[in-house]
């Protein structure tokens, strides 16, 4: 179902997010708002495409890159520009909302 939303390692986080905007949706498969945020964070993808990267991160099996970024409330999105954080924002949102949060950054 995620084409466009690669789940990362740790090993690979560094790599996929040091270049240009790259979207990272934190998550953990028990979280059920995590889980209802999948699809949006799929629909939205394909809205910026050619824009942002984006990527999810399980906070259970990459524990240390969460505590790295202080994700202590998932679901955890962060805007990436080059490596740096840019932006981050918890809890779960509407497609619409995701997308002029994101529109606002680019």
Same mark, same amino acid.
């Given at each position: +179902? %995620?084409?466009?939303?690669?789940?990362?390692?740790? =090993?690979?986080?560094?790599? /996929?997010?040091?270049?240009?905007?790259?979207? !990272?949706?934190?998550? #953990?498969?028990?979280? +059920? $708002?995590?889980?209802? +945020?999948? $699809?949006?964070?799929? &629909?939205?993808? &394909?809205? /910026?495409?050619? =824009? @942002?990267?984006?990527?999810?991160?399980?906070?259970? &099996?990459? &524990? #240390?890159? #969460?505590?790295?970024?202080?994700?202590?409330? !998932? $679901?955890?999105? @962060?805007?990436? =520009?080059?490596?740096?954080?840019?932006?981050?924002?918890?809890? %779960? +949102?509407? %497609?619409?909302?995701?997308?002029?949060?994101? =529109?606002?950054?680019?």
């Amino acid at each position: +179902m %995620a084409e466009n939303v690669s789940e990362l390692s740790a =090993k690979q986080f560094e790599e /996929f997010t040091k270049s240009g905007l790259v979207f !990272i949706d934190f998550f #953990a498969e028990w979280c +059920m $708002p995590c889980v209802m +945020m999948a $699809p949006v964070v799929e &629909e939205i993808s &394909e809205k /910026f495409k050619n =824009k @942002i990267k984006f990527g999810k991160i399980n906070v259970g &099996e990459n &524990e #240390a890159l #969460a505590k790295k970024f202080n994700v202590s409330s !998932i $679901p955890h999105f @962060i805007l990436f =520009k080059n490596g740096k954080k840019v932006e981050e924002f918890t809890g %779960a +949102m509407d %497609a619409e909302e995701l997308e002029s949060r994101l =529109k606002k950054l680019i």
